[in-house]
């Protein structure tokens, strides 16, 4: 067998212990010192935070398995080059309060040394797995102004600069309808807060 076919084989062994919940054989799969990052804002879910190592790994799969009753993983695209796997995952995470699902298509970059992981990356579009945790949609953007594309939020209120993103061009009130990435980072992050306060 190729090394590319055993580290397809190896990711997808990774995926099946962690949806059995058996962290002790991810973890197996894994380099003591792995190195993993997500693509998604802490400010609202801050277990999704860098981890290094294993023992960080494992406290984050912990984290994850005691908000989620269920995981699985669809993989409808995985490929293989030399010591770096590329997969497009489709995860269903049922949660345990409500027994709802959240679905989250992400991108993951696996990089092997010596037949383990040793990095873990993933991309996902944090702003919809935001709206499905918190069972709601937030800041959709304002297709109605002219040019626009400002979040169409009431909130107003000063705690919006500890946010720390937006402008500096604006006062926290008119970041509303600014275009600028930082002020509609500022925006979700301020009504996040408030969503969960």
Known sequence: MTVEKLNRQRVLH???????????????????????????????????????????LGE???TVQERYAEIR???PQIVAEGDTVAAYLRVFFRKRSN???????????????????????????????????????????DRGRAGGRGLALSQTG??????????KSHTPESIVHCENVNCVLAELTYFVRIQMS
Not at 158 to 167: A, K, L, Q, S
């Open 14 to 56: 990774l995926l099946d212990a962690i949806s059995r919940s058996d962290l002790a054989a991810a973890l197996s799969c894994c380099t003591d010192d792995v190195d993993f990052l997500t693509h998604a804002p802490i400010d609202v879910l801050p277990h999704m935070g860098p981890c290094h190592g294993k023992q960080e």
């Open 60 to 62: 984050f799969w912990r």
């Open 73 to 75: 993983y669809e993989v």
């Open 99 to 141: 027994d709802r699902i959240i679905q989250v298509d992400m991108a993951v970059f696996y990089t092997f040394r010596r037949g383990k992981v040793a990095q873990i990356r993933e991309i996902i579009d944090s702003y919809d797995l935001v709206q499905q945790v918190l069972e709601r949609e937030i800041g959709p953007p």
């Open 158 to 167: 000063p705690d919006r600069e500890n946010t720390g993103f937006y402008c």
